[in-house]
């Protein structure tokens, strides 16, 4: 491989002279302590190289390497409940071995070369093979049964394949092409370019629902399993709660969580959370489906673009096995910086607030790798990879590049509003800016899971959100007098929706999650209460009334029902009618 010279450092990023043959996207170690980096620039005889970890103390003539290997991920079993950096360096084992701060250009392999894990083969002798056929298994967590997959290329007959326990690089399949005579060892390792969208066979478009138990995403704003999603919002809006709160709760398989760019003490919340919390369908740890990418805020700023990456990939790894999986980015924002920091040094030409021209470009290319695709195989599994989204726009800004930009690729938007973090409102999700473009494509899967009315139900809901609004700037202008008794019904109506229905404490252990079937219980019993009290109206009763009825209590502790939850509510609805 080729050895060059650093000519300059600037921050994040080392212009190298002398690299031969070096080529874009190419990993590259900087200088004497062999740091690590990606040529992102060839110009004449120069490399420009994004280095993913601190570049202080490293100066012009040190050496640089070249590795002639694209930044790649490490696939296989011990990935799940792992915590890794941008560059999918294990942080747990860095931590253990060599204390809380991690040494520059240290080599840690990203999964463990000495653990056994248990193989178990789901394919025979003789069997022939194509790409992504599942060879067989490993019972990687309680959770998880990690498919060993062909990886591209490997095609032809199996020639041998036996049960027993194996480290990741040891050889478990033999696989002989049928053209070339060429033998594939197979071991349960596999690298992936990070920079390269994993394989599959086809794209559907998604159809089924990412169940969250937030009840204003899964009632009002809903997103798929495969579709993708945005969460802007200002400071401490609640951006990092909403997705600790899909992490925890939603029915995927698989979570990834990338902390790009954000405090240490988020990450730690989930870290210290996450091996307490059960698991509702299992009651097994949550962490054992979980894998964590940290990049704090205290790490490289090149490294938060490479956290994004590795996070993706892993993702589309289990995506390929058949699994459904959900990917949190908190913040995007973070990410977008770096690419303006490092799109500075370069002295490319900036476009929107300084962001480089590309940033579209790139945010669609991340969002485009979540989908619904039918995995490569012979078999017909499917699999399907959310991606959700945090944008920290400065102030709150939804004209900011970033939110822009992103907005123009995902399908739903929860728009975080601070009028309703500092009223204490939450999740502070606006039901007037939000948009869920997936709603009618789940019609047929709501009518058939949950009730034919479902939809109904909503569009009344969120109509009476709409009223309210516009009925309280009359009332600001001219006084609550001003109205009619149905249209201070409105009033009452949205007041509850909004209180008992999408108020919901993500601490609280009865409210932090709400089955499907039990959102549309609620809001059903209130719409009907709605309908009930325009009857009661226009046969004589009086506002005050129909505002005080004693069944409002009760909906009001609704969402504390425990497990006697659907008789009570079976008997609110009698009592309401
Ligand atoms: N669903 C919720 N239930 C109860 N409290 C919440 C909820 N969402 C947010 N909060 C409150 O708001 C605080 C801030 O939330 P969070 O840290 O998620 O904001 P953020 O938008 O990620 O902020 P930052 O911009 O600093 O990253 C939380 O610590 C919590 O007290
Ligand atoms: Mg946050």
Redesign the pocket.
């Known amino acids: 491989m080729s050895k060059g010279k650093i000519v300059k450092v600037s921050g994040p990023l080392v212009v190298a002279e002398g690299l031969e043959n070096v080529k874009m996207y190419e990993v590259v170690r900087v200088g004497e302590k062999k740091l690590i980096g990606e040529v992102l620039e060839l110009k004449d005889n120069f490399a420009s190289i994004q280095v993913y970890e601190e570049t202080s103390g490293v100066g012009p003539g040190e050496p640089v390497f070249a590795t002639g290997f694209p930044l790649s991920v490490e696939l296989g079993p011990g990935l799940i409940g792992s915590i890794f950096d941008g560059i999918q360096r294990p942080l747990d084992i860095i931590s253990n071995n060599f204390g809380d701060f991690i040494a520059r250009g240290i080599d840690v392999p990203a999964l463990n070369r000495v653990k056994k894990w248990h193989f178990t083969p789901m394919l025979k002798r003789g069997d022939d093979v194509i790409t992504g056929d599942i060879l067989g298994e490993v019972q990687e967590t309680s959770l998880v049964k990690q498919k060993i997959m062909v990886p591209p290329g490997a095609e032809g007959k199996i020639i041998k394949i036996s049960e027993g326990n194996f480290t990741v690089e040891e050889t478990v399949v033999e696989i002989k092409s049928e053209k070339t005579e060429t033998v594939h060892k197979i071991s349960l390792l596999q690298k992936w370019p990070v920079r390269k969208p994993r394989l599959y066979r086809e794209k559907l478009p998604p159809a089924e629902m990412l169940i969250t138990g937030?009840r204003v995403i899964d009632t009002f704003f809903p997103v798929a399993k495969g579709g993708s999603a945005c969460i802007p919002?200002?400071?401490?809006?609640?951006?990092?709660?909403?997705?600790?709160?899909i992490s925890k709760w939603s029915d995927a398989d698989i979570i990834v969580f990338v902390g790009c760019g954000?405090?240490g003490n988020?990450m730690a919340d989930v870290l210290l959370e996450f091996p307490q919390l059960k698991d509702p369908k299992t009651n097994e740890p949550l962490i054992k489906r979980t894998v964590l990418i940290a990049n704090t805020s205290n790490m490289p700023v090149a490294a938060r673009e490479s956290s994004v990456y590795t996070g993706i990939t892993i993702a589309e790894y289990f995506r390929d096995m058949g699994y459904t999986v959900a990917l949190m980015a908190?913040?995007t924002s973070r990410w977008a910086e770096a690419l303006r920091e490092i799109s500075g040094r370069l002295e490319e030409m900036p476009g929107d607030e300084g962001y480089p021209a590309y940033l579209s470009t790139r945010l669609a290319e991340f969002y485009e790798r979540a989908g619904c695709v039918i995995c490569s195989g012979s078999d017909e599994r499917l699999g399907a990879l959310t991606i959700i989204g945090?944008v920290?726009p400065p102030g709150g800004d939804l004209s900011d590049p970033v939110v822009q930009a992103t907005l123009r690729i995902v399908k739903v938007f929860w728009s975080?509003e601070d009028k309703l973090?500092f009223a204490?409102h939450?999740?502070?999700i606006s039901w007037l800016r939000s948009y869920s473009l997936y709603v009618e494509s789940f019609s047929s899967y709501l009518s058939k899971n949950i009730a034919g009315d479902f939809l109904s139900y909503r569009k009344t809901a969120l109509r009476i959100l709409q009223e309210e609004a516009s009925l309280e700037e009359i009332v600001r202008l001219v006084g609550i007098e001003a109205l009619t008794p149905s249209e201070r019904l409105i009033l009452v109506t949205a007041k509850s929706i909004r209180e008992d229905f999408l108020h919901?404490?993500?601490?609280?252990p009865e409210d932090t999650y709400t089955p499907l079937s039990v959102q549309y219980s609620m809001l059903k019993i209130i719409i009907l209460l709605h309908n009930k009290c325009e009857k009661l109206l226009s046969t004589g009763a009086t506002i005050d009334e129909v505002a005080s009825l004693g069944v409002r209590e009760k909906i009001a502790r609704m969402k504390f029902f425990k497990d006697d939850a659907l008789e009570k509510f079976d008997s609110l609805i009698k009592e309401v009618r």
């Open positions: 937030q919002g200002p400071f401490g809006s609640g951006k990092t709660v909403v997705q600790h709160q954000e405090r988020e908190d913040s945090s920290s975080l973090a204490r939450f999740p502070a919901q404490v993500a601490f609280d």
